[in-house]
């Protein structure tokens, strides 16, 4: 079983629209949290952590439900630039684990 | 400013050829990673350096070797070069292992083995 699941898409959501991806994770010892993002044929960049208070930068929000071993990242008012794939991270002792990433694309 | 440098950009090998991909980050980051990323797979950890003079397998380290040269530079290398090994190669590092920093990314390096 893989340590972290993510649902593959594709999303395709007209700008302005709120968009939300969910997470999954296996290892109940998981320590930290993490969405990056990734444009095409590009390094993953830091999105942001995610605290289990729920945490908000912008138009993004992420939530950590460590009961059920999930995150999530939502996207309010989405712009053209917003168009890329997220992937969900977590945080083992020394090793981080990524998901597949969730490929996003913004219409105009 | 440059972060965390790799090199070369893209390589082509033939089969059974060896080359060593190189890893250098100006961030004072005490841990390093290597990961590949192929499609539909994601990333996944071949080797790590959680902090200078040490080394540790990850997830697919069959066919690699690392060298952690001091705390800066983390190199890659790839003995005799498969098939199996064309991927996109990422460099990372982080300040403290396992904290809660995230990791800072090379742009990466494109390998194909024919």
């Known amino acids: 079983r893989k340590e972290v699941e993510q649902d593959p898409g594709p999303f395709n959501v007209p700008e302005g629209a709120t968009v939300a991806f969910n997470c999954t994770y296996s290892?109940?010892?998981?320590?930290?949290f993490f969405w990056y993002r990734q444009d095409c044929r590009k390094e993953p960049k830091l999105l942001m952590s995610?605290?289990?208070s729920g945490n908000e930068d912008g138009r993004f929000t992420a939530q950590l439900n460590r009961a059920s071993q999930y995150i999530s990242l939502l996207i309010r008012d989405s712009k053209l630039s917003d168009s890329a794939t997220y992937l969900c991270?977590?945080?083992?002792?020394?090793?981080?684990?990524f998901g597949t990433g969730t490929s996003l694309t913004v219409i105009p | 400013n440059a972060g965390v440098t790799q090199t070369p950009k893209f390589q082509v090998l033939k089969t059974g050829q060896s080359m060593t991909l190189q890893c250098a980050q100006d961030?004072?980051?005490?841990?390093m990673y290597w990961y590949r990323q192929d499609p539909g797979m994601g990333l996944r950890l071949i080797y790590y350096?959680?902090?200078?003079?040490?080394?540790d397998k990850g997830e697919v380290p069959n066919g690699y070797n690392v060298s952690r040269l001091n705390k800066r530079e983390f190199s890659l290398r790839l003995e005799s070069a498969a098939p199996s090994q064309t991927s996109v190669y990422f460099c990372?590092?982080?300040?403290?292992?396992?904290?809660?920093?995230?990791?800072?990314f090379g742009s990466g390096t494109r390998l194909t083995v024919v």
């Open positions: 961030m004072n980051h005490n841990s």
């Open positions: 990372a590092s982080t300040r403290y292992r396992g904290a809660d920093y995230g990791y800072t």
């Open positions: 290892n109940s010892a998981s320590q930290s």
């Open positions: 991270v977590v945080n083992i002792g020394n090793q981080f684990y």
């Open positions: 350096s959680a902090s200078e003079g040490t080394t």
């Open positions: 995610v605290y289990s």
